[in-house]
């Protein structure tokens, strides 16, 4: 197991390490109304009512990574960027761990995947006066079972096991440093990493929208990360939001 010793976090972040708790991000945006601000990190050793994308349920046993982060971003226009900011951080804290890093993919907007199987996610909700929350889960001991999900974690994925706490601390690193560089150069530097490892670029998908699924080819990201789709028939959609179902999983993955 890697060891404690990785823990320091970026200077001016404050770790708040809990017990059980509902959930870190609910716990993040009580305590961002009670003035806490960007740096804030709740970490927690399980949770209660963990929240996933879409109003999904995120099963989260002791052993997981549950936390959440306070971001202040100065551009609060194009804060959807964050998720992809927050993915190519996690994507580069478990690269860290692994020599089969190569398997690591995202699954668009910001599912980490190893192999097909999901192994973190991500969820940003809006706080107040300008202060969003960046949740993440990551699988390390278990990986929750649900009709919905094919997910791995960690151990019985990768072969690896470590300290939550250990895995935060990296992930915080590489957030700190992504959220500067978005701040700094805008999404280019962001959207190339992020698909550098994307998931079915150039293969048939089906998108799944409120009120239709829509299939075709995923041509890539737009230069402000919706997912560009090649319709069969010609012509182009550009979409912000819905589930991407790959071939084959469209029965078993959801969100
Ligand atoms: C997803 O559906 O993929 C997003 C899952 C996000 C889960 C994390 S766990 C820590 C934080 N607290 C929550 O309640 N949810 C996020």
């Not at 017990?19 to 804030?40: H, V």
Request: proline residues 5%; contains cysteine.
């Amino acid at each position: 197991m890697t060891g404690v010793a990785e823990l320091p976090l970026p200077e001016t972040y404050r770790l708040i390490e809990l017990g059980e708790i509902d959930s870190t991000n609910r716990e993040a945006l009580r305590r961002a109304e009670d003035g806490a601000g960007e740096g804030t990190v709740v970490l927690a050793a399980a949770q209660t009512a963990g929240r996933g994308r879409k109003g999904a349920r995120w099963i989260s046993p002791p052993g997981n990574l549950y936390a959440s982060l306070i971001v202040e971003p100065r551009a609060g226009g194009a804060v959807g960027q964050l998720a992809f900011v927050a993915a190519v951080a996690a994507g580069e804290a478990v690269a860290e761990l692994t020599p089969r890093a190569g398997d690591l993919r995202f699954k668009w907007p910001n599912d980490l995947l190893f192999g097909a199987r999901k192994l973190a996610g991500i969820l940003i909700e809006g706080g107040p006066r300008g202060k969003y929350v960046v949740g993440i889960g990551v699988n390390i001991k278990s990986a929750p079972r649900s009709p919905e999900i094919e997910a791995t974690s960690l151990m019985e994925g990768v072969g690896v096991d470590v300290e939550p706490r250990v895995l935060l601390a990296k992930f915080c690193r590489h957030f700190n440093e992504w959220r500067h560089l978005w701040q700094r150069r805008g999404f280019a530097p962001v959207r190339e990493a992020w698909l550098a490892r994307a998931a079915g670029i150039g293969e048939a998908i089906d998108v799944r929208l409120p009120v239709e699924t829509v299939r075709g080819v995923f041509a890539g990201l737009s230069g402000d990360g919706a997912l560009l789709l090649d319709l069969p028939g010609g012509g182009r959609r550009v979409i912000t939001a819905g589930a991407v179902y790959f071939a084959g999983q469209e029965a078993k993955t959801c969100c």
